[in-house]
C-alpha cells in the first residue's frame, strides 16, 4: 500500500523559512513526477513545484521562484520542500503527490500557516 506522509510543517513567522518532507512508502517510484501542492482556504488547489523521478528535473512555480525549491533523497524516498523568505499569503495546506503510469496518490497534507 502506497503512502506519502508530510511533516514539517507549523506556525512560522513572516520571513523565516521551512523545510516539508514528504515521505514515500509501500513503492519505489523509478517513473513520473512528483509534486508539492498547496490549498488555502477557500482557493483552489494550486501547484507549488514539481520534479520528475527519473531524470530529476525540477520546477517550480514563477510565481514562487526564488523563494521555494523542490528536491529529492532517493535512497531516503523522501521528497522536500524548502520554503525561505515566507510571506502571509503562503498560508495554505501543503501536500505532496505522485503520479506514475495510471497510478496517483495523494499525501494527506500539512498545515502551513504564516503570521506573526
Known amino acids: 500500500q502506497v503512502q506519502l506522509v508530510e511533516s514539517g510543517g507549523g506556525l512560522v513567522q513572516p520571513g523565516g523559512s521551512l523545510r516539508l518532507s514528504c515521505a514515500v512508502s509501500?513503492?519505489?517510484?523509478?517513473?513520473?513526477?512528483m509534486a508539492w501542492y498547496r490549498q488555502a482556504p477557500g482557493k483552489q488547489r494550486e501547484l507549488v513545484a514539481h520534479l520528475t523521478i527519473g531524470a530529476g528535473t525540477t520546477h517550480v512555480v514563477d510565481s514562487l521562484k526564488g523563494r521555494f525549491a523542490i528536491s529529492r533523497d532517493i535512497a531516503k524516498n523522501t521528497m522536500y520542500l524548502q520554503m525561505n523568505s515566507l510571506k502571509s499569503e503562503d498560508t495554505a495546506v501543503y501536500l505532496c503527490?505522485?503520479?506514475?503510469?495510471?497510478?496517483?496518490?495523494w499525501g494527506q497534507g500539512t498545515q502551513v500557516t504564516v503570521s506573526s
Open positions: 509501500g513503492r519505489n517510484f523509478t517513473g513520473g513526477a
Open positions: 503527490f505522485v503520479r506514475s503510469g495510471y497510478d496517483s496518490y
